[in-house]
């Protein structure tokens, strides 16, 4: 996972732990990673992946990915005329990422990354996110 990165430590070097039990866990509370074009927002968000750990510091292997319907997603119906892509509404789409602890791969944890949406980034309660 780490190989396909593009590193960005500036644009996580704020991220704090979410209060919420459903943060990154819910298809309603997907962490928001939007960071440029729609590219370097999944580049981020494999970056921001590779450096969870669980609270025993234990790394993440990412074991697959998939694209779900976002149901907080509104349309605004205005669109880049250059691009053809819709301008705001948080993007119709968001990742849905599976991911098992390299010890003990018994556990799958389900992370939800918005790449349309700009918004705070925080770390999902029970996971470490380690800086370098």
């Avoid at 309603?28 to 025993?56: C, H, Q, W």
């Avoid at 005329?81 to 819709?86: L, V």
């Avoid at 980034?121 to 470490?128: S, T």
């Amino acid at each position: 996972m780490v190989s396909c990165v593009i590193q960005n430590p500036k644009y996580f070097s704020s991220i704090e732990k979410s209060q919420s039990d459903y943060y990154g866990y819910s298809l309603n509370e997907p962490v928001a990673i939007k960071n440029g074009p729609l590219d370097r927002s999944i580049n981020s968000s494999y970056y921001f992946l590779s450096r969870l750990r669980t609270e025993n510091g234990d790394t993440l292997k990412l074991i697959g990915r998939e694209s779900v319907r976002n149901p907080e997603y509104e349309s605004t119906g205005i669109y880049n005329r250059f691009s053809g892509q819709q301008i705001g509404g948080g993007g119709p789409i968001l990742d849905k990422y599976f991911l098992i602890p390299k010890k003990s791969s018994n556990d799958t944890i389900i992370i939800f990354i918005n790449p349309y949406k700009k918004d705070k980034i925080k770390i999902p309660k029970g996971l470490l996110f380690e800086n370098e």
